[in-house]
């Protein structure tokens, strides 16, 4: 008997914990990287906020914090050839390349 309500006690202690939980930030970085490379500008996404820079000279990063959600990184290209870079809590989560003329884009979704 005395075993239950120990058992029972720790399930309240669980709930507890359970219904004060907090939400996790994470910490995200984009970046755009060439050498010899350029891009007309720096297009940025978080479930959060929306960012363009223009003119964006290489390299480039942001960073911000986020939950959960979609990431998405994108330049067009205008010379030599360009990467992009996505990082959640310093692991590389996404990157692409590409060149003169082309789109570099990268996307990543953070789950819940």
Known sequence: ??????????????????????????????????????????????????????????????????DFGDLRVAAKVTKGTVGCVITVEGKQVASQQAEAGSTVECTYTVPK
Request: net charge positive; hydrophobic share 45%; with cysteine.
């Open 1 to 66: 008997m005395r075993r239950v309500a120990v058992l029972a006690s720790m399930a309240a202690v669980v709930v507890v914990g359970v219904s004060g939980c907090r939400v996790v930030k994470h910490d995200v970085q984009f970046s755009l990287s060439g050498e010899g490379g350029a891009v007309e500008a720096a297009e940025y996404a978080t479930p959060d906020q929306k960012g363009l820079e223009k003119p964006a000279s290489l390299p480039w990063s942001k960073s911000t914090s986020m």
